[in-house]
C-alpha cells in the first residue's frame, strides 16, 4: 500500500526512517514493523506538544534563549548542518526550574521536529537520505552538579518514549564530545547502561586538550566549516554564546 498522504506522515515511511528502525531492532522484520508503528502512533502525539512552545508568550520564549545554548551551524562533509552545543551553559535543569517539566518537554519536541525537518530538507536537497546529524559537545566547565541534573532529567524524558528508547532512531549519526570532565565521564560510564548498544557507539569523549578529538571531527567535518569556538577556522560567528578560541 503506498504511503499516507501528507509530508508529516509519509516521512515515516521513507527509507531512511524504516532503515532507522530496521537497525535498532536487529534486523528483524516483524519486530523494527510494531517498533515503527508505535513510533508513529506517539509522534502524532508529540506535535500537539510542540505546538503548545509555539503558542507560549514571548517572556517564556527568552527563557528558553537564556537557558539554552546550541543551534545548527555550517556542514558536514554529506552536505548536512551541524549540531553545537555549549553544555556548561546549557541549563536544561534551570529551565524546568523556571517554567515547568511539561513546558520543557514541548520546547524540546518543538526544537527535534524542527531540526528533524531540516535533515529533512537537507537531504532532499542532496538526493541522498541522510542518517542522522552529527553533533558535537563541548563539556567545558561542565560541574558534577549539572552532570546529575541532565542525567536526571534525561531519564525522566526517556519514560515517556515507547519501550523507553527515542521514537527518531539516529537522529544524531555522530556526537563527539570534547573537553569532557573526569565526572562526567564517570557518569557516562554509568548511563549508557541505559541506551541502547547503537546509540551508545555513536558518542565518542574527548578529554580536555585530546589533539584526536579534531582529528576526529574532521573526519566528518571541514575545518573551515567549524566556528573558532570549537577549534574551528569559520569565519562565520556561532550566535549562541561568544565564539572565541577554544581547547576542544
Same mark, same amino acid.
Given at each position: 500500500?503506498?504511503?499516507?498522504?501528507?509530508?508529516?506522515?509519509?516521512?515515516?515511511?521513507?527509507?531512511?526512517?524504516?532503515?532507522?528502525?530496521?537497525?535498532?531492532? &536487529?534486523?528483524?522484520?516483524?519486530?523494527?514493523?510494531?517498533?515503527?508503528?508505535?513510533?508513529?502512533? !506517539?509522534?502524532?502525539?508529540?506535535?500537539?506538544?510542540?505546538?503548545?512552545?509555539?503558542?507560549?508568550?514571548? *517572556?517564556?520564549?527568552?527563557?528558553? &534563549?537564556?537557558?539554552?545554548?546550541?543551534?545548527?551551524?555550517?556542514?558536514?562533509?554529506?552536505?548536512?548542518?551541524?549540531?553545537?552545543?555549549?553544555?556548561?551553559?546549557?541549563?536544561?535543569?534551570?529551565?524546568?526550574?523556571?517554567? #515547568?517539566?511539561?513546558?520543557?518537554? #514541548?520546547?524540546? @519536541?518543538?526544537?527535534?521536529?524542527? !531540526?528533524?525537518?531540516?535533515?529533512?530538507?537537507? +537531504?532532499?536537497?542532496?538526493?541522498?537520505?541522510?542518517?542522522?546529524?552529527?553533533?558535537?559537545?563541548?563539556?567545558?566547565?561542565?560541574?558534577?552538579?549539572?552532570?546529575?541534573?541532565?542525567?536526571?532529567?534525561?531519564?525522566?524524558?526517556?519514560?515517556?518514549?515507547?519501550?523507553?528508547?527515542?521514537?527518531?532512531? %539516529?537522529?544524531?549519526?555522530?556526537?563527539?564530545?570534547?573537553?569532557?570532565? @573526569?565526572?562526567? =565521564?564517570?557518569? @557516562?560510564?554509568?548511563?549508557? +547502561? /541505559?541506551?541502547?548498544?547503537?546509540?551508545?557507539?555513536?558518542?565518542?569523549? /574527548?578529554?580536555?586538550?585530546?589533539?584526536?578529538?579534531?582529528? *576526529?571531527?574532521?573526519?566528518?567535518? =571541514?575545518? *573551515? %566549516?567549524?566556528?573558532?569556538?570549537?577549534?574551528?577556522?569559520?569565519? %562565520?560567528?556561532?550566535? /549562541?554564546?561568544? &565564539?572565541? #578560541? #577554544?581547547?576542544?
Amino acid at each position: 500500500e503506498p504511503p499516507p498522504p501528507g509530508k508529516w506522515r509519509s516521512q515515516h515511511f521513507t527509507r531512511v526512517r524504516l532503515l532507522s528502525h530496521l537497525r535498532a531492532r &536487529d534486523h528483524k522484520v516483524d519486530k523494527a514493523a510494531e517498533r515503527a508503528a508505535a513510533c508513529v502512533v !506517539f509522534l502524532d502525539s508529540v506535535v500537539g506538544q510542540a505546538r503548545a512552545f509555539e503558542l507560549a508568550t514571548a *517572556e517564556m520564549s527568552r527563557l528558553c &534563549d537564556k537557558h539554552v545554548h546550541l543551534g545548527l551551524f555550517g556542514k558536514d562533509r554529506r552536505g548536512a548542518a551541524v549540531l553545537y552545543c555549549r553544555m556548561a551553559q546549557h541549563d536544561l535543569s534551570g529551565l524546568v526550574k523556571r517554567t #515547568s517539566f511539561e513546558f520543557y518537554i #514541548s520546547y524540546d @519536541w518543538y526544537q527535534t521536529l524542527l !531540526f528533524q525537518d531540516a535533515l529533512y530538507a537537507e +537531504s532532499e536537497r542532496a538526493g541522498v537520505g541522510f542518517m542522522g546529524r552529527t553533533c558535537v559537545l563541548d563539556l567545558r566547565n561542565l560541574s558534577l552538579r549539572a552532570v546529575k541534573g541532565i542525567l536526571e532529567l534525561g531519564l525522566r524524558q526517556m519514560a515517556q518514549w515507547p519501550d523507553k528508547q527515542h521514537p527518531l532512531p %539516529e537522529s544524531l549519526s555522530q556526537m563527539f564530545c570534547c573537553n569532557v570532565p @573526569w565526572a562526567a =565521564a564517570q557518569f @557516562w560510564n554509568t548511563a549508557k +547502561s /541505559f541506551f541502547p548498544a547503537q546509540d551508545v557507539a555513536r558518542v565518542h569523549l /574527548f578529554k580536555a586538550g585530546d589533539p584526536t578529538f579534531m582529528a *576526529e571531527l574532521l573526519k566528518h567535518v =571541514a575545518i *573551515e %566549516e567549524v566556528p573558532p569556538s570549537f577549534g574551528g577556522t569559520s569565519v %562565520e560567528p556561532w550566535d /549562541f554564546g561568544s &565564539d572565541v #578560541s #577554544s581547547t576542544c
